[in-house]
């Protein structure tokens, strides 16, 4: 069976891990040897990073150490994980992957576009997601999307004040909007605030469409 390589990306309370933990069930329910990881983290050494990165009182931390953080966790995990996963003819889906750095270091940090494709390439190589699921909302109804992860993006951005805080988002999502206006083949954009259900119902029949699978 040929492998597929699938990532969900999004803003924070896009309900991307839900959703990603979700289709993956569905393959497991359908037979298919799939399974899920996510970035940052998927290995020990990665997990260890993912600390590191998400530890609300490193805020020492300075925008390159964070972009090189990402990109080495992201290294591990490919070289680990998701290469040998796909050469075993697996489905691997990821809850997050090199997108993430675009809009988030890239654009939102403004580090740049530019580079952070020159850095994907060489983090990543060959492993290109098949597909990636842009579960796209506002930043408002994401921030609405209960007090988990509201608390969440106050600890990442303790020291800002919360109009900062949106601001910082907006671009983010902004970030994700212009790889999906580039990358149109690949990226495929699904509208978040829509239930539960249809977002899923959207998102499998693409699947089912694109890879001629029966899920
Ligand atoms: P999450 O597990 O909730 O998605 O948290 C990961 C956080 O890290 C989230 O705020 C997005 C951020 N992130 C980046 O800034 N750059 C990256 O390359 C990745 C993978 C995540």
């Given at each position: 069976?040929?492998?597929?390589?699938?990532?969900f990306e999004g803003?924070?309370?896009s309900?991307?891990?839900?959703?990603?933990?979700?289709?993956?069930?569905?393959?497991?329910?359908?037979?298919?040897?799939?399974?899920?990881?996510?970035?940052?983290?998927?290995?020990?050494?990665?997990?260890?990073?993912?600390?590191?990165?998400?530890?609300?009182?490193?805020?020492?931390?300075?925008?390159?150490?964070?972009?090189?953080?990402?990109?080495?966790?992201?290294?591990?995990?490919?070289?680990?994980?998701?290469?040998?996963?796909?050469?075993?003819?697996?489905?691997?889906?990821?809850?997050?992957?090199?997108d993430?750095?675009?809009?988030?270091?890239?654009?939102?940090?403004?580090?740049?576009?530019?580079?952070?494709?020159?850095?994907?390439?060489?983090?990543?190589?060959?492993?290109?997601?098949?597909?990636t699921f842009l579960l796209d909302?506002?930043?408002?109804?994401?921030?609405?999307?209960?007090?988990?992860?509201?608390?969440?993006?106050?600890?990442?951005?303790?020291?800002?004040?919360?109009?900062?805080?949106?601001?910082?988002?907006?671009?983010?999502?902004?970030?994700y909007l212009?790889i999906a206006?580039?990358?149109?083949?690949?990226v495929i954009i699904i509208?978040a605030?829509?239930?539960?259900?249809?977002?899923?119902?959207?998102?499998?029949?693409?699947?089912?469409?694109?890879?001629?699978?029966?899920?």
């Amino acid at each position: 069976m040929n492998s597929f390589f699938i990532t969900f990306e999004g803003i924070e309370g896009s309900g991307k891990s839900t959703v990603a933990s979700l289709i993956a069930k569905r393959f497991e329910d359908a037979g298919y040897t799939s399974f899920l990881t996510r970035e940052p983290g998927g290995t020990r050494l990665s997990e260890d990073i993912r600390k590191i990165l998400l530890d609300p009182e490193r805020t020492d931390m300075c925008e390159k150490t964070e972009l090189l953080l990402y990109l080495a966790s992201r290294a591990q995990l490919v070289t680990e994980v998701i290469r040998p996963a796909l050469r075993e003819g697996k489905i691997v889906l990821c809850d997050r992957y090199f997108d993430a750095t675009m809009a988030y270091q890239g654009w939102a940090r403004g580090i740049g576009e530019e580079l952070i494709s020159r850095l994907n390439q060489v983090t990543v190589g060959n492993v290109i997601p098949d597909i990636t699921f842009l579960l796209d909302l506002s930043v408002e109804e994401g921030f609405r999307r209960g007090p988990k992860h509201r608390e969440k993006i106050g600890t990442r951005v303790r020291d800002r004040l919360e109009r900062e805080t949106v601001e910082f988002h907006e671009k983010v999502r902004e970030g994700y909007l212009r790889i999906a206006d580039r990358e149109r083949e690949r990226v495929i954009i699904i509208d978040a605030s829509k239930e539960l259900d249809s977002v899923l119902s959207a998102i499998l029949r693409i699947i089912i469409d694109r890879f001629d699978l029966i899920i």
